[in-house]
């Protein structure tokens, strides 16, 4: 419907003026830094890190570290049944290549916004949700996403990472 489209239109004009920006130089470091986010790789080693060496809080650890898995899992899930594809603008190639061409919801965006909320009851959260944030923006930058993946990714992460914070 119109709503539809006016999202829609949004998405793509948001999308069109982050990517215009996407040049090098800054291009291989935003490459490297992303892929640290493929299938959730940063998170996880940071959550079986936290499980492995404090142990006071382990149990802590390992709710925080199941509940970054299950979001990726879940993310995956999600991207299977919805089916969007990733832009394709010939004027805007992606510059990096994606495990598959399914692109609602970003899982790097709720990997990364589960990992902020459910470890942040744990170490600094003003790094974490920093990192998330510029993780998940890193997919648009690249052209993989569009501003919406990334939005719901991030709030399908916030909405599952709170399930994995253990306060005490």
């Known amino acids: 419907g119109p709503a539809g489209r006016a999202i829609a239109h949004v ?22 830094f992303s892929k ?8 996880l080693v940071i959550g079986a890190t936290g499980v492995a060496l404090d142990r006071p ?13 299950g979001t990726y899992l879940l993310n995956t899930a999600i991207k299977g049944v919805v089916r969007r594809q990733r ?15 399914l692109s609602f919801p970003s899982a790097h965006a709720s990997s990364s916004f589960a990992a902020a909320r459910a470890y942040s009851c744990l ?5 974490l949700y920093a990192v998330a944030g510029a993780m998940a923006l890193s997919r648009v930058y690249l052209g993989v996403h569009y501003p919406s993946d990334i939005a719901a990714g991030a709030a399908l992460g916030m909405v599952l990472g709170a399930v994995g914070r253990s306060e005490a």
Do not use: N, Q
């Open 87 to 101: 832009p394709a603008f010939d004027e805007l190639p992606a510059l990096v290549p994606t495990p598959t061409a």
């Open 57 to 69: 809080r382990r149990a802590r650890w390992r709710r925080a570290l199941i509940t970054v898995t």
């Open 36 to 43: 640290l986010g493929e299938h959730a790789g940063l998170w």
């Open 11 to 32: 998405d793509v004009r948001i999308y069109r003026l982050i990517r215009t920006a996407a040049r090098p130089p800054a291009l291989e470091p935003v490459e490297r």
């Open 123 to 127: 170490m600094p959260a003003g790094p």
